[in-house]
């Protein structure tokens, strides 16, 4: 009897997670960043951290500062570290899967001083877990993570790195059973 217990607990939890999963409502974004039809939100994190840019040359040889990689902490809507975000563009879950994308559309951010929102299409999967379906990342309302302002990109200081901080919603997508 106890055995029937424990499987309905979990079968309730599952049942639980699953539910909580569903009620994650898609953001309002312009058309060019919306999720395909057949996908929905999976999940919903908050990311805080650096986007890295190294001071380079652009393609006519002038000195200009190119993003490196971004670096951030996930975060659920309790505020709970969920997981990480870095360069590919990639992200890890705390259950160890993990996707890495490209960016295939772009819009400006409501703020000037803020880097673009995006829509990510996923390139390649790892692990076994919640992020193993995804297939599409949405990046929205970010704030700061523009090139650095106040260090100027020269001759001088090629090579230098600077971190500059962040904040973005992100948003995952995998396709509806």
């Known amino acids: 009897m106890r055995g029937k217990a424990v499987l309905c607990f979990l079968l309730g939890v599952m049942a639980a997670v699953a539910l909580q999963a569903q009620d994650i409502s898609a953001p309002d974004v312009p058309d060019q960043l919306k999720a395909p039809a057949r996908e929905h939100v999976v999940l919903r994190t908050h990311a805080a951290g650096l986007q890295i840019y190294v001071c380079g040359h652009d393609q006519m040889g002038a000195p200009q500062w190119r993003l490196q ?14 997981g990480e975000h870095s360069a590919g563009p990639s992200w890890k879950y705390k259950d160890g899967s993990s ?3 490209k960016a295939v559309a ?9 880097i673009a929102w995006l829509r990510i299409e996923v390139t390649a999967h790892a692990g076994k877990g ?3 379906r995804v297939t599409t990342v949405q990046r929205i309302r970010t704030r700061g993570g523009q090139p650095p302002q106040d260090v100027p990109c020269s001759s001088a200081n090629q090579g230098q790195q600077s971190g500059v901080p962040y904040n973005a919603d992100y948003y995952f997508y ?4």
């Open 69 to 82: 990689a971004p670096q951030a902490v996930l975060r659920d809507g309790n505020g709970n570290t969920v």
């Open 99 to 101: 996707i890495t994308g």
């Open 106 to 114: 772009q819009v400006a951010a409501l703020d000037p001083a803020a």
């Open 130 to 132: 919640l992020l193993m």
């Open 174 to 177: 995998a396709p509806t059973r």
